[in-house]
Each structure stands twice: as C-alpha cells, then as structure tokens.
C-alpha cells in the first residue's frame, strides 16, 4: 500500500469516529448531502467516469458542485481496505456534520413536528426514519441511546437526508413547552380528523422494548395507529411515516 493510501484508508478510519465528520457511502448520501448544501470535503472513488455517469444519470443538478470537489481516485484493491466490504458504487465521501443546535430547534415556533426516538437500536432504521422525517418536513430528529444518529450506517439508511433536516443525539428530551406525543400501540386510536398540535414532538420507542416508562408518563397523550388483530406493532419507520402523513398539508 502507497503511503499516500495508508494515509487516506487512516483519514476515513478517524471520520468514522469523529463527532464532528460525516462519512457518506455510495452516491445517493453524497448527492442529497451537496444538494442540501453540506460541507463536503473529498469524494473517493474507483472510477471518476463512473461517478459523473451516475451524477449526470441520476442527479444532473449536482454535476457542478461534484465538479468543483477533489476527487481521488483509487485502485479497487485500494478501496475495499477504506470502506467495510459490501456491494455499492464504489464512491465514499468525508462531509462536515452542520452544527445542530438542539435548543433552538426545540424553542422554534414553527409548526412543523419534531421526532424523537427513544434509544433506537438499529442503524437503518434511524436512517429510515430520518429520510421520511426530511420528506415530509419534520423540523428534525432527536435520538436518546447509544447510538450515534449520523453513524455511516444510518446516513446510508437515510439517503444521506440529514442534510435535509436538523438531527442530533441528546441524552435525554430537555425541558420544552412543545407538546409531546408517545406513539404507542396501546394508546388511543390516532384520530384521522385532527391534526396533531402545532409544534408537537412525535415519541416513538425502540425496536425490542418500545417506549420507556420516562417519556410515557411525561407524554400528553398516547396514540396509537390501529392495526388488524395479532399484529403486535408497525416497523420503527414505518410507525413514524404513518404518524408523519397522518395530517400533513400539501
Ligand atoms: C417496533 S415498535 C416496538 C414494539 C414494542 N415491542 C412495543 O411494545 O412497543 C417501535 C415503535 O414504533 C411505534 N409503533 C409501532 N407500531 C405502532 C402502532 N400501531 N401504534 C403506535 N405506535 C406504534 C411505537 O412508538 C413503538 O415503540
């Protein structure tokens, strides 16, 4: 290995651990991030060609800003020693995480929602939820638990649609006079007139356990989203998504 690719495979090892750096894999994480104006920094890749291919197929807006970044390119051989193995397009790009300001988010008076999740513990699905929170306008998503929210995993569940959105891990919901909503399977039938509160925060619980005792007995209300007799609960994503469209304008 050159030294020059020893230093590049270490500057992608530190990125993944680093609180402050995204790390994007594959193309549609790096499209949705300089389309939604991230700081990105390097783009690496087998094939240059193959990247302006798939940029000009898929994403003609993005062609310039890919054009104005640096672009390595590295010998496959190369890349499979900066990316944990499986099958993609070969592209892995370093971004700036944006500075999530959590308080000013939760102060915000607009009235679009915010979702929490409550100690997640799957990184695809934090993505999968991050995705459909940018698509249909939440003004972010919070997350308690050990995970890391702009973890690569869940950047790749998400498109890369962080960007998009204001996402950040906090250890706990802080204080807020939003009104908060536990989404839970035992809670009263969502009520398809309604809109939910403005400002409201959607709580959802985690994969195994649901929700925690904590957030529940803080919640304002518990709704659920009706389902057919023995089915015991919706997906994470999905749960979200439903809760999300359940009353949105436009
Ligand atoms: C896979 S479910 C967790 C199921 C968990 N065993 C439980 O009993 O809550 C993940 C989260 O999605 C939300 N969810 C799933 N199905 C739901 C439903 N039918 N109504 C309301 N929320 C639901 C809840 O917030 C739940 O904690």
Redesign the pocket.
């Known amino acids: 290995m050159a030294n020059a690719d020893r230093q590049l495979a270490e500057q992608l090892r530190r990125a993944r651990r680093d609180v402050h750096a995204a790390v994007l894999e594959g193309f549609h994480p790096l499209k949705h991030a300089l389309r939604f104006g991230a700081g990105v920094s390097q783009v690496v890749t087998t094939s240059r060609e193959r990247l302006f291919e798939l940029a000009a197929q898929l994403a003609p807006d993005i062609v310039a800003a890919l054009d104005a970044l640096p672009v390595r390119v590295v010998a496959e051989e190369i890349f499979t020693l900066l990316e944990p193995p499986r099958r993609g397009e070969q592209i892995v790009a370093l971004a700036a995480r944006p500075h999530a300001d959590v308080k000013r988010l939760l102060d915000d008076t607009g009235a679009a929602p915010i979702v929490l999740l409550?100690a997640p513990t799957h990184l695809p699905n934090v993505g999968a939820v991050i995705r459909t929170a940018a698509a249909a306008g939440a003004a972010g998503v919070l997350t308690t638990g050990v995970h890391d929210p702009w973890h690569p995993a869940a950047l790749r569940g998400a498109a890369g649609l962080h960007f998009a959105t204001t996402v950040a891990r906090v250890p706990a919901l802080p204080d807020t006079d939003r009104p908060l909503i536990?989404?839970?399977?035992a809670?009263e039938p969502i009520d398809r007139a309604a809109p939910w509160p403005p400002r409201a925060i959607l709580?959802?619980?985690?994969?195994?356990?649901?929700?925690g005792q904590p957030l529940l007995d803080r919640a304002h209300r518990r709704?659920?989203?009706?389902?057919r007799a023995g089915v015991?609960?919706?997906?994470?994503a999905?749960?979200?998504a439903v809760?999300l469209y359940h009353h949105r304008d436009g």
């Not at 536990?182 to 399977?185: C, E, K, S, T, Y």
């Not at 959802?204 to 356990?209: C, I, L, N, P, Q």
């Not at 709704?223 to 389902?227: A, E, G, L, Q, S």
């Open positions: 409550d536990a989404l839970h399977p809670g709580a959802f619980g985690s994969e195994r356990r649901g929700l709704v659920c989203i009706p389902m015991s609960s919706l997906s994470l999905t749960a979200v809760a």
